[in-house]
């Protein structure tokens, strides 16, 4: 029998946000995240500068996680923590932290993939969401990863197609650097699709053989574009910012879309889950929106704050495997490449 008073500390430092969650079963008690603010101005991230932002921040934040979730650490079940994949040197403070804490306190440490905690934030206790059931799709969509996973049970997955090069969060990030856009520029050309023709212009889609996908060449056609548009008019991109956005958006998320289709159609499973930070995209919960009501979809999304990168989704791993007894010994060490299964 589980107790009642079951409390898993999570502790979240892949890439560029540390983050701090404690969760009271299924359910966010706290969820705190600190974002990396110095890498906007070089355009991208810097893994040593997200390394040391992360051994400033990961105390604070524990702390603060502690504090609004109303608990002392002495009340704490389990630490989690995401050893990979990820940056090395921002996992190593995430997993050092987690392994000290754990040890000090005595209580168990669980290790995460990041990969399956953000296909499993679905089933975090939230307001008016219904977790997907098994089995569904999930299409994880990050700055660092693309996949297209069937999910059969909790820690039952198996990797239907992934990128071949570029993610495809990294695809609307490039894109938005092509067009002048500050980092990360993702959001931006989000934004300004919203005011935006999407059929103004016209970019190829990759022809990429069975599930997997690739983002290399559409960077490519961009940059053309720009370069040779420019050249007629330096002013184009100036003038044709919303619609060159609602454009790249469009044929993303064509790209995005063509490639869960087919995988619906070869597995029969009509259950559709996206996660991870481009999940926030209004286009592509748009497009997932009008498959659910032409396809005869059901569809889910999780709730913004638990998309991007946060120890909340981290928290409901470490609960589903404290459940399980899959508890880690100190041996063990964080990876910068961790494959869902592995």
């Known amino acids: ?13 892949s890439c560029d946000d540390t983050s701090a969650a404690v969760l009271h079963h299924r359910r966010t008690l706290s969820n705190v995240v600190a974002t990396q603010r110095i890498h906007e101005e070089y355009g991208g991230v810097v893994p040593e500068l997200a390394s040391r932002a992360h051994q400033q921040n990961i105390v604070p ?8 979730a ?34 000090g306190l005595g209580i168990p440490l669980i290790e995460v993939n990041h990969m399956e905690a953000h296909i499993l934030s679905h089933f975090i206790e939230a307001p008016g969401k219904t977790p997907p059931p098994f089995p569904f799709l999930a299409l994880t969509i990050s700055g660092g990863h693309t996949q297209l996973v069937l999910v059969k049970d909790y820690f039952d997955m198996k990797i239907l197609g992934e990128t071949l090069d570029d993610a495809v969060g990294e695809a609307f ?29 016209t970019f190829p889609i990759p022809k990429v053989p069975g599930l997997d996908f690739s983002f290399s060449g559409l ?8 370069q040779r548009e420019s050249a007629h008019d330096p002013e184009f991109v100036e003038k044709q910012r919303d619609h060159i956005c609602a454009s ?47 396809l005869g979809w059901v569809t889910y999304v999780p709730p913004f704050e638990y998309c991007t ?32 299964g592995s």
Do not use: C, W
Not at 61 to 68: F, I, Q
Not at 70 to 99: C, E, H
Not at 312 to 339: H, P, W
């Open 61 to 68: 934040l524990v702390y603060r996680a502690l504090a609004e």
């Open 219 to 226: 960077k490519t056609s961009i940059l053309y574009f720009l």
């Open 248 to 294: 790249i958006q469009a044929t993303i998320v064509e790209i995005l879309m063509r490639k869960l289709k087919k995988a619906v159609a070869q597995t029969g499973v009509h259950h559709v889950a996206i996660a991870g930070g481009v999940a926030a995209n209004s286009g592509i919960r748009k497009a997932l929106a009008a498959a659910e009501k032409d």
């Open 173 to 201: 990030d490039k894109s938005a650097k092509l067009l002048g856009l500050p980092y990360p520029g993702g959001p931006l050309i989000d934004r300004y699709a919203s005011q935006g023709d999407p059929g103004r212009f």
């Open 1 to 13: 029998m589980i107790s009642q008073d079951l409390y898993i500390l999570a502790i979240e430092s």
């Open 309 to 340: 990168d946060n120890a909340g989704m981290i928290g409901i791993v470490g609960y589903l495997k404290y459940l399980d007894g899959r508890f880690t010994d100190y041996r063990v060490s964080a990876r910068a490449r961790y494959q869902i």
């Open 70 to 103: 109303n608990i002392d650490k002495k009340q704490l079940s389990a630490i989690a923590f995401t050893r990979g994949p990820g940056l090395l040197g921002s996992l190593l403070v995430g997993t050092s932290f987690a392994k000290s804490l754990s040890l």
